[in-house]
Each structure stands twice: as structure tokens, then as C-alpha cells.
């Protein structure tokens, strides 16, 4: 496996190696770190699937391979020193061996403050809200609401929708974040029900403001467009 892509300006180890990190391309959470070769970088360029090298094994292995937990190539950058690789994955399963959605799962200082999820919660929960399409509605409350339609499930946002603007109006800060969870989550059970990933909404996110390499002005659809 060969890629056409020049990777001469890559700076490998005496040994012939660089460190390779894998990183959510829509969370932005690190999952794993690893080393590549030449081979290794090459075939991950050519597949669009991580590989890599294993200095246990002595051999090329293709992360995934076993367990079926490949990650999917987005895109592949370099530091400026171009002695590192970062690649921006989507994951078809956990990154860590152990089963664990990263494999910085543990810390050191943990007497330090708690740290938020962050954007990876949203997809967490996207993907439970999709799951739920397919379970029985005597047994989840998002399968109720698929079972019952879309009118429902617009019926629902609206209400949440009122309910924040009512605690924005006349209730306390701990209110309005409580209202503003539950608008979010009708609206990804509204999502998943209309077929819309939640990657579409991140990306729209990145092309209207200009985020992730996205020039706000150039990607804003004329006033004209419909949705």
C-alpha cells in the first residue's frame, strides 16, 4: 500500500518512527497515541483507516483488526517540527483496548477539579437517542416518542422550547440550564428522527462561523436559500 502523497517532509526517529495521536474529528477528544513508519503512514494515507507500527511485534497492524474498532481517517496533519502526526478520526467503537471510549481514561492528579464532558456528551447521547429507534416504547421514553410520530416529537420541542424561554424569563440560573438540556435532547430525538446525524449539525456549526478551517463569510448560504 502506497500513497501518492509526498510524506518526505516527515521526520522519523532514528529508529524510523514518529508518534501518531488519534483524535474525535467531531469531539476533539484525544483516543489514543501510537507509533507510525513509513509503511504505517503510507497505508493509513492510501485506506483512510489508522495503522500503524507495533514495536512489540515488529510488524505493520491495522488498529481494529481484530476487534473490528477501526478508526476511519478524516484528515492527517503534522506539527511544525513535522516530527508528530495527528490524525482526525471518526471511531467505529472504543479506541482502547480495554473497552474504554479513549485511552486516557485515568488520571494522575485526582484530587484535582472535575472536569466537564464537553462536546463528547452530545454525541454520546446522540447515539443512545438513534439505538432508541428501535426499542420497544413500553420500555423507553425517546422510543415512545418515535412510536407516536413526528407531530409528537415537534410537539415536544415546542413545549421545551417555551419552558426555557419561561425560566429564562422568570427563574433562576440552575432552571435555565435545566430547560436548556431538556430543549436539546427533544431536538436530537427530532433529529434522528428526520435521518439527521449529528455530524451535519457540527458541520454547519464549523461552515457558519468559520471553525475547523471553514471561512464564515465564503460558506454563509445566500438569504435566499432554503432550508
Known sequence: MTSAIDISGIRFDEKGLVPAIAQDAGTLEVLMSAFMNKEALEATLSTRQAHFFSRSRNKLWLKGETSGNVLDVKAVRYDCDADCILMLVAPRGPA?????????????????PAVPPGASVITDVFKVVEARKTAPPDKSYVASLYAKGMEKIIEKVEEESGELVKAARDEGHRAVVHEAVDLWFHTMVLLAERGVKIDEV??????????????EKAARPPKTEKP
Open 202 to 215: 457540527f458541520a454547519e456549526f464549523g461552515r457558519r462561523f468559520g471553525i475547523g478551517g471553514h471561512d
Open 96 to 112: 482502547c483496548h480495554t473497552g474504554e471510549r479513549s485511552c486516557f481514561y485515568r488520571r494522575l492528579d485526582e484530587g484535582g
